[in-house]
T-cell receptor
């Protein structure tokens, strides 16, 4: 069974705009990770936030984590057409990485 | 080397065939994983190997048989599959015991069972 739910399921924006994706989960976690998947290819690890952290930045990515609400968000700033992909949150419960349903992001040139 | 290499990239097999998927990493990671992903769905965990020992089997049917010959290699042996087993099979690795630096995924094997 899947751990989390993500919203929106699909997001379409213009190049240069910001994109925000949300993730909710159900159980206690060690950390929460975000991955990107281009169509039909492998997943690329974007960023990891530990359960005792609240916010983390990496380049144009900003991730927040609220363990009291069991939720996380991923913000991509100044989006580019190359950011078009599926984005998944994943919770690490110790050797078991469980993925949310994902958000399909389309960035229009 | 910071990659996980999966072979073959594509595989078509009949329901009576026996085939194997292969996965290799040289990052010194001690945990390796098999995931199955159907179209427009998230990856689902199948197996976890930690220090070359099977630590998690997510109730996967016996027609899927994993093998970890050494710390760099992970195989998935396939036998008597069904058409509904057609999917993208992803291998991943991480530093054991938990992926505190994230997981590294291969590009996957796209399997079609006919």
């Amino acid at each position: 069974s899947q751990q989390g739910e993500e919203d929106p399921q699909a997001l379409s924006i213009q190049e240069g705009e910001n994109a925000t994706m949300n993730c909710s989960y159900k159980t206690s976690i060690n950390n929460l990770q975000w991955y990107r998947q281009n169509s039909g290819r492998g997943l690329v690890h974007l960023i990891l936030i530990r359960s005792n952290e609240r916010e983390k930045h990496s380049g144009r990515l900003r991730v927040t984590l609220d363990t009291s609400k069991k939720s996380s968000s991923l913000l991509i700033t100044a989006s580019r057409a190359a950011d078009t992909a599926s984005y998944f949150c994943a919770t690490d419960e110790g050797s078991r990485l469980t993925f949310g349903e994902g958000t399909q992001l389309t960035v229009n040139p | 080397d910071t990659e996980v290499t999966q072979t073959p990239k594509h595989l078509v097999m009949g329901m009576t065939n026996k085939k194997s998927l292969k996965c290799e990493q040289h990052m010194g990671h001690r945990a390796m994983y098999w995931y199955k992903q159907k179209a427009k769905k998230p990856p689902e965990l199948m197996f976890v190997y930690s220090y070359e020992k099977l630590s998690i089997n997510e109730s996967v049917p016996s027609r899927f048989s994993p093998e970890c010959p050494n710390s760099s290699l992970l195989n998935l042996h396939l036998h008597a599959l069904q058409p509904e087993d057609s999917a993208l099979y992803l291998c991943a690795s991480s530093e054991a015991p938990s992926g505190n630096n994230g997981y590294t995924f291969g590009s996957g094997t796209r399997l079609t069972v006919v």
